[in-house]
């Protein structure tokens, strides 16, 4: 495995590579991650997964400082994976130009964790678009989770590399995997996985249900009541086009809520 901490070591690394994959991650590795790399390696002949927490893409500084970071765990994971390169770049080796054209996502795209986080996406894309731009990959393995970043990058980088979307990771209480996970107590925690249950649950109900925005909207209200927990969208949308939609077909459940200060998103 090849540690590389700047743009020369990764370009001398990789000259001779061809079928890349590439996992971007900001570290702080889980189950999650190791799901990408696993279907990156058997997809792609090498494979290079970069660790970077972006600045670019926290509207809250604190957020930002209290990300959680662990570079030797990490490294350790991805060892044991026999992962082919490892991409660890400063903030210089990234940000090391300014963009004539500013990143702008579309109106209609400001919806879900866009309306609530100013700027995120847009520092997401950047930060995606000048990685790809250095490492030059085949495929980038995404997951799921975070699917509006997903739908978000395929559209604004589709021309550049493919786009390889994977499934959500969950525990065996149906929480999906996260890094924000880590900052959770066993409180937080046991909320959490009680949320995604619920959800799992709602889903099922509202299959079979024709008020769908009636019940969304009970449904925020009742885990709005719980300790320590705030909801910030609850909402059912088309997975293809992200609209709204009163359709259970072709659509999923969106979830962003804080527990604390501690902000998850899932969607099922």
């Known amino acids: 495995m090849k540690i590389l901490l700047n743009k020369d070591d990764l370009f001398e690394a990789l000259k001779s590579t061809s079928n890349l994959g590439f996992v971007p991650t900001m570290g702080s590795l889980h189950k999650g991650h190791v799901s990408l790399i696993k279907r990156s390696k058997k997809e792609c002949r090498k494979t290079i997964v970069s660790i970077f927490v972006n600045p670019t893409q926290f509207n809250n500084k604190k957020d930002y400082e209290k990300y959680p970071r ?105 929480l999906a995997f996260s890094s924000r996970n880590n900052r959770l107590d066993y409180i937080g925690l046991k909320t959490a996985r009680s949320i995604s249950k619920d959800i799992f649950n709602l889903k099922k109900i509202l299959k079979k249900e024709k008020k769908i925005q009636k019940i969304l909207s009970i449904k925020k209200k009742e885990l709005g009541i719980l300790k320590n927990v705030k909801i910030e969208y609850l909402e059912l949308r088309n997975k293809f086009s992200l609209k709204k939609t009163k359709k259970f077909k072709d659509s999923k459940i969106f979830i962003a809520y804080y527990i604390n200060d501690i902000r998850l998103i899932d969607n099922f």
């Open 70 to 174: 662990n570079i030797k765990k990490d490294l350790s994971v991805l060892s044991k994976l026999r992962v082919n390169f490892v991409f660890i770049p400063d903030k210089k080796h990234i940000y090391d130009f300014k963009r004539k054209n500013k990143i702008k996502i579309l109106k209609k795209d400001k919806i879900l964790c866009a309306k609530f986080r100013k700027g995120h996406f847009e520092g997401v894309i950047d930060v995606m678009d000048r990685l790809i731009k250095i490492v030059k990959p085949k495929k980038i393995f995404m997951g799921e989770k975070d699917f509006q970043q997903l739908y978000l990058i395929k559209n604004y980088i589709k021309n550049k590399c493919k786009v390889i979307s994977c499934k959500t990771i969950r525990d065996n209480q149906k």
